[in-house]
Nanobody
Framework: QVQLVESGGGLVQAGGSLRLSCVVS????????MGWFRQTPGKEREFVAG????????NYADSLKGRFTISRDNAKNSVYLQMNSLKPEDTAVYYC?????????????????WGQGTQVTVSS
């Protein structure tokens, strides 16, 4: 059974930073493109960032480029999301997702497995 477990969320002031982590078990991590999404109440889950199997290719939501960085450590079965210069509008539940593709897609349907999410709250 594939499990994705996120951690690292919390409460931070505007302008601060957080680093989210996601550990994957039950699947060969290196065979998965990985992604981060986020969701706020009443809104669709939106793509944040993605990274290819090897880590050599990344993509980001246009509005987040320059502030967020996705990375992965295949030896640790982990993917990370470094979030800097956080804004109140970044407040959301952040989800880690795994795909069977090489390159990361930007749609929810591109991903096969999901974590339970971690709450990020940015205060003004």
């Amino acid at each position: 059974q594939v499990q994705l477990v996120e951690s690292g969320g919390g409460l931070v002031q505007a302008g601060g930073s957080l680093r989210l982590s996601c550990v994957v078990s039950g699947r060969t991590f290196g065979s998965s493109a990985m992604g981060w999404f986020r969701q706020t109440p009443g809104k669709e889950r939106e793509f944040v960032a993605g990274i290819s199997r090897s880590g050599g290719n990344t993509n980001y939501a246009d509005s987040l480029k320059g502030r967020f960085t996705i990375s992965r450590d295949n030896a640790k079965n982990s993917v990370y999301l470094q979030m800097n210069s956080l804004k109140p509008e970044d407040t959301a539940v952040y989800y880690c997702a795994a795909a069977s593709t090489y390159y990361p897609g930007t749609r929810r349907t591109d991903y096969d497995y999901w974590g339970q999410g971690t709450q990020v709250t940015v205060s003004s």
